[in-house]
T-cell receptor, first 113, second 117 residues
Framework: GENVEQHPSTLSVQEGDSAVIKCTYS??????FPWYKQELGKGPQLIID?????GEKKDQRIAVTLNKTAKHFSLHITETQPEDSAVYFC????????????FGKGTRLSVIA | GAGVSQSPSNKVTEKGKDVELRCDPI?????LYWYRQSLGQGLEFLIY????????KSGLPSDRFSAERTGGSVSTLTIQRTQQEDSAVYLC???????????????FGPGTRLLVL
């Protein structure tokens, strides 16, 4: 089945700097890659997703890139702010319909003011 | 509108007792998912409902775990004879699923924090 590896497990950046979180997946059939942000005491919230027919997607300060050949995708946050501090999860899903989203183990991002 | 709600928000129980966790999905969402989140771990898929049926029970860790959904809405996750290793956050998500894929956006509730003493 699908396996998703996420790095780093923790990341500290200065406010205003960029943060990059990387994930790799094992199943070449995977074609949907969402990113979730989980704040303390809350459930994960979708922040951006990408499908395998595109290589990059942007939404204001957040962007996701996908390299299907290498089977990895990354989350980029620019001009980080303290409210970006949270745990971020990547996930992958295949089109077969029988496999749920497989999540990475998460990255705890701390933005230092 | 209202999001996914879960109750209780916190549950402390003694080893060997049964617990029931409740999930109210977003109105109109056809699919409902249960996940378990242990400390320092990612999201472990437990079970999925489409309507009232559960076509995928592959993630339930043991026969002590069961879930049901009635009226295509509320779902309960039951853990019988709880063990200390069951301590975790149990998250529910819902989506408006069409077709046979898992790729619709999943909206998560705040979770139930279960502690088994």
């Amino acid at each position: 089945g699908e396996n998703v590896e996420q790095h780093p497990s923790t990341l500290s950046v200065q406010e205003g700097d960029s943060a990059v979180i990387k994930c790799t997946y094992s199943d070449s059939a995977s074609n949907y890659f969402p990113w979730y942000k989980q704040e303390l005491g809350k459930g994960p919230q979708l922040i951006i997703d990408i499908r395998s027919n595109v290589g990059e997607k942007k939404d204001q300060r957040i962007a996701v890139t996908l390299n299907k050949t290498a089977k990895h995708f990354s989350l980029h946050i620019t001009e980080t702010q303290p409210e970006d501090s949270a745990v971020y999860f990547c996930a992958a899903s295949t089109p077969s319909g029988n496999t749920p989203l497989v999540f990475g183990k998460g990255t705890r991002l701390s933005v230092i003011a | 509108g209202a999001g996914v709600s879960q109750s209780p928000s916190n549950k402390v129980t003694e080893k060997g007792k049964d617990v029931e966790l409740r999930c109210d999905p977003i109105s109109g969402h056809t699919a409902l998912y249960w996940y378990r989140q242990s400390l320092g771990q990612g999201l472990e898929f437990l079970i999925y409902f489409q309507g009232n049926s559960a076509p995928d029970k592959s993630g339930l860790p043991s026969d002590r775990f069961s879930a049901e959904r009635t009226g295509g809405s509320v779902s309960t996750l039951t853990i019988q004879r709880t063990q200390q290793e069951d301590s975790a956050v149990y998250l529910c998500a819902s989506s408006f699923r069409v077709g046979g894929t898992y790729q619709e956006t999943q909206y998560f509730g705040p979770g139930t924090r279960l502690l088994v003493l």
